[in-house]
């Protein structure tokens, strides 16, 4: 039985002012804590269990395994769930975590086979063997790299006291030497004393009801009764080193480089991300102070790095940075006097890294404040959303340990509060006394050079016969366990007793919270409400599309468009600068053939400033030539990159086959050479004033906000734009689909691995041969209206996942659903030899759908649709977890002319039968009747 329930919210209280009003906390006897928040935007919900069983638990002669039991976890779940519901997982510091995205009908299943992995494991000796086998292999190819080198020597003397807690502290001998009975042994022993319910919690964020969710894993986890008996981690031996500066020297650095790394280690996680927010900003000091100075031959702000890092109850600030030869970017008629060059070595630009980073903490008061509120507004924005939700609980729930139910959501609140409370002065003068540990790397043949001013400036020699903890002499092995007895046998439970009528419910709930309606300049406006999101992204759609660029400008519109998303990124600058913006605006643009997009999310309070951001772009947008040069280039390389791509050729030959009569032919119409040499500056410019037009735009306003404060906020700032001629409808072209077999030419790039210094002069000789592993496409024509397209593009997954099981271990295929844009869906194998070999496997896919679709055995069809509407959600319901994939299905259905399509598909294939999709299967996928491409390379 559930011991106690907290809902996270006086009623009294705003939504906006609770922060996550529909958070509910359940804890059972045992101690297991359930979180669950109803979101109702969310047609998938998110499940995450997490455990505090990270590697920081290890000791020198068990670490590995508890990577080793992660990744056993999930052989416990049956086959066929896993099939139907892929569960990903993590392992950190603190956590190790399993989370999925499922359909509601799975959430019981889902809590039923995740309480057989956490406290019924089966692993079969076989299993073990296999995994255990594969990370012996893994760890010692790891520990042979660059990488592995790297993190060893650094994490082996920044972790003096116990390196084993690190992720790379794996003893490859110790790890290699147990026999099958220890290592059963070992993991019994992580299972009893973390694997436990008062050291484990559950998350379900979504389109959930709370008081039945919580009943039906009550259900379960009430039954789990053991208790912690695990070590807390050991943090006294952190940073303990007195040694703290270091020379690594291999031959696999350059010659030509100094690479350094520093990591601060004195401060609080809510100061080391505001330290690092501060050096990423637009005016940091730390890009000014480091490379301003010319000893330190540091290019520009690309070649220096900050960042950092908060685990097992640490917080680290790590700034890199690459050094070239001293004063090397000096102006030619600057004069450097001979004996600064020769004072300025490795070792001393080393040394003067470390000065200036010291002189970067120094922050003025704008600078820390904007990093401080900037760190609290990216908090509140990670916390949105059904999966940030869950991220946001588990990494608070695993730093601190012994918080209970009852004050866990006011600690949690108070944590985020507490980031705003950070003092400068404090923050400052813990600078001054501070010794980071520093990591310099050079070649061989530098150190050499280089090796008494190294020393005598203090650093110590990492080479890779002493980067490990383990090739040190001093440390003793904890002893190697005992021997193991063999795990009990799996357990089958019967099926959960939770299949809740959630499909009209998830529909009413989101088809109320979606309103539309039109500004006084005729801009239509759809807000979808999603309360406790924390953020709101704005959708704008921008009539016309790659369509509307003229013939012989290719991508003008493109250009156009992200042209206009860099002024808006201006004009945010601007507003910051002001003290006018505080939180993080994600600012995304694409263009498709008919429309394209720019979507903005920010903070709720924040919506107007973010508006009013747009219009100042549309009205003010100043494009300087080096910056269209820019965008110019940067297309002019993503069409290269597209045309060399086999996929796209195909493609590109088949929407001019299928839209020959349309501007679409012409959009995918690309020759080999063509670059964009006749779109220039002056075509950016003149084609910018278009922009002014309020009948190119619509509007999707979705996340935390209602109607009516949405409509206030547009009507105050984009409603200002005038209409200059009248709105017109968004014309899409239908494709002229013939079955019908095209062999295409493909253009074959050839790659080399070799760098320029050392590549041949002359062009390499290539071995002629006869078999091409080219992609092959076959396409099928959709149903017009929308939710019979849906429908379609369902049974189009399902016959893609079965293709490529027929093809067998080592083949893949993908598809490209069917769009109220290119009415067509599409399905490729990617690197085969034998045309035969797609269409047998396609052939016989479709013919084992369509028998199982036509069984008379009720169950077999049941279980069929379950399989297809369940890869449809993940596929495309999946996106409601994100006030982004949201409104991307609205603009989709608007331009379908239904907003809520996305809700009215939903309902369809919940309530669609084996006869709605043998129809559509019959209709749209014959054996042989559609539009195959291959290469002419390919063979029969």
């Known amino acids: 039985m559930l011991a106690s329930l907290l809902i996270l919210c006086p009623r009294a209280l705003s939504a906006r002012e609770t922060f996550l009003p529909n958070l509910h906390i359940y804890t059972l006897d045992s101690g297991f804590m359930i979180f669950i928040n109803e979101e109702k935007n969310s047609a998938m919900p998110h499940v995450e269990l997490a455990c505090r069983s990270g590697f920081s638990h290890q000791t020198s002669a068990d670490a590995g395994f508890y990577e080793l039991y992660h990744k056993l976890f999930l052989s416990t779940a049956d086959k066929d769930f896993l099939s139907d519901c892929p569960i990903s997982s993590s392992l950190t510091a603190d956590t190790v975590a399993f989370s999925c995205d499922i359909t509601p009908d799975m959430l019981g299943e889902t809590i039923r086979q995740l309480y057989k992995c956490v406290a019924e494991p089966s692993f079969t000796d076989a299993e073990i063997q296999k995994v255990y086998k594969k990370m012996k292999e893994d760890i010692a190819s790891y520990q042979k790299s660059p990488a592995g080198f790297l993190n060893s020597a650094i994490e082996s003397r920044m972790f003096p006291g116990e390196p084993w807690k690190q992720n790379f502290g794996i003893n490859l001998e110790t790890f290699s030497s147990y026999s099958l009975a220890q290592v059963k042994g070992f993991l019994e022993s992580i299972r009893q004393a973390y694997y436990t ?36 981690r050991k943090n006294g031996s952190m940073f303990a080193a007195r040694q703290r500066k270091f020379v690594l020297s291999s031959p696999i650095f350059s010659k030509d480089m100094t690479q350094i790394a520093i990591q601060y280690t004195d401060f609080s996680e809510a100061e080391a991300k505001t330290a690092a927010r501060a050096f990423n900003l637009g005016d940091s000091p730390f890009i000014a102070l480091l490379t301003g100075e010319k000893s330190l031959g540091i290019r520009g702000e690309g070649y220096i790095s900050s960042s950092c890092s908060s685990e097992a109850g640490t917080s680290r600030v790590i700034l890199q940075g690459i050094m070239e030869a001293p004063y090397s970017f000096m102006d030619d008629d600057e004069r450097i006097a001979p004996e600064l060059l020769a004072k300025a070595t490795p070792a001393f630009q080393s040394d003067k890294f470390i000065e200036k980073t010291k002189e970067a903490f120094k922050l003025t008061k704008k600078q820390f404040d904007t990093a401080r509120d900037k760190v609290a507004a990216d908090l509140n924005m990670g916390s949105g959303g059904s999966k940030g939700l869950a991220d946001a609980i588990v990494g608070f729930w695993a730093q601190k340990q012994g918080v209970r139910a009852e004050n866990f959501y006011s600690t949690f609140l108070a944590y985020y509060d507490s980031i705003r409370k950070l003092d400068r002065q404090t923050f400052a003068g813990k600078i001054d006394g501070s010794s980071p540990f520093v990591f310099a790397m050079v070649n061989d043949a530098v150190y050499e050079e280089n090796k008494a001013e190294f020393k005598e400036r203090g650093y110590e020699l990492i080479t890779e016969d002493n980067a490990a903890w383990y090739q040190l002499a001093g440390y003793r092995l904890d002893g190697k366990g005992s021997d193991g007895t063999a795990l009990g046998t799996e357990r089958t439970d019967g099926k959960a007793p939770f299949n809740p009528a959630v499909w009209s419910g998830y529909y009413i709930d989101n088809i109320r919270s979606l309103s539309s309606t039109k500004l006084s300049n005729g801009i239509p406006l759809v807000v979808k409400s999603n309360p406790g999101s924390q953020t709101v992204l704005t959708s704008i759609a921008i009539s016309g599309g790659e369509s509307a660029s003229p ?68 009205i003010y947008g100043d494009i300087r030539p080096l910056s269209a040069d820019q965008l110019i280039s940067n297309q002019n390389y993503q069409t290269r990159l597209k045309t060399d791509s086999l996929s796209w050729q195909l ?162 295929c993908r598809t490209e659903l069917a769009t109220s844009i290119v009415n067509v869906g599409m399905i490729e194998a990617e690197r085969l030899i034998h045309k035969k070999s797609f269409i047998n496997s396609f052939t016989a896919a479709r013919r084992k759908l369509a028998s199982l679709l036509k069984s008379e055995d009720e169950a077999v069809r049941d279980k069929t649709i379950a399989d297809i509407r369940r890869l449809w959600n993940r596929s495309v319901m999946i996106m409601t977890q994100t006030n982004d994939g949201t409104a991307r299905l609205i603009q989709d259905g608007i331009l379908d002319g239904n907003k809520s399509l996305y809700l009215d598909s939903y309902i369809v294939m919940q309530n669609a039968t084996a006869e709605d999709f043998s129809k559509i299967l019959d209709r749209c996928f014959p054996e042989d009747g559609y539009l195959r491409l291959f290469s002419k390379d390919s063979q029969e």
């Open 197 to 232: 319910p008062d050291n484990s919690i559950l998350i379900i964020t979504g389109n959930v009801d709370s008081q039945k969710t919580a009943q039906t894993a009550s259900e379960y986890f009430s039954r789990w009764k053991t208790a912690f008996s695990g070590s807390t």
């Open 551 to 618: 013939k012989g400008k290719h991508f003008l519109r493109t250009l156009l468009i992200n042209a206009f998303a860099n002024c808006i990124q201006d004009e945010m600058l601007k507003m910051r600068d002001g003290g006018l913006l505080s939180g993080e605006v994600r600012i995304n643009a694409w263009t498709t053939e008919v429309t394209s997009y720019i979507t903005m999310e920010c903070m709720a309070s924040e919506l107007e400033r973010a508006l009013t951001a747009l219009v100042n772009a549309i």
């Open 651 to 812: 493609k590109s030959n088949a929407i001019r086959h299928m839209y020959k009569d349309s501007r679409y032919a012409d959009i995918f119409d690309i020759s080999e050479t063509e670059e964009l040499s006749s779109t220039d500056f002056q075509s950016i410019i003149l084609s910018y004033t278009e922009l002014l037009d309020a009948a190119l735009y619509s509007l999707v306003i979705a996340g935390d906000t209602d109607a009516q404060e949405a409509r206030d906020v547009a009507e105050k700032t984009i409603g200002v734009l005038r209409m200059q001629k009248e709105r017109e409808v968004t014309f899409i072209p239908h494709p002229v689909y013939e079955a019908k077999t095209l062999d295409i030419a493909l253009k074959h790039t050839y790659m080399s691995d070799r760098d320029p210094a050392t590549a041949p002069k002359e062009s390499p000789l290539l071995v002629p041969t006869k078999k091409y592993y080219d992609p092959m496409q076959f396409y099928f024509a959709a149903p017009e209206y929308g939710t019979q397209r849906e429908l379609f593009n369902a049974l189009l997954l399902e016959l893609e996942k079965l293709t490529e099981e027929d093809l067998g271990e080592g083949y893949e």
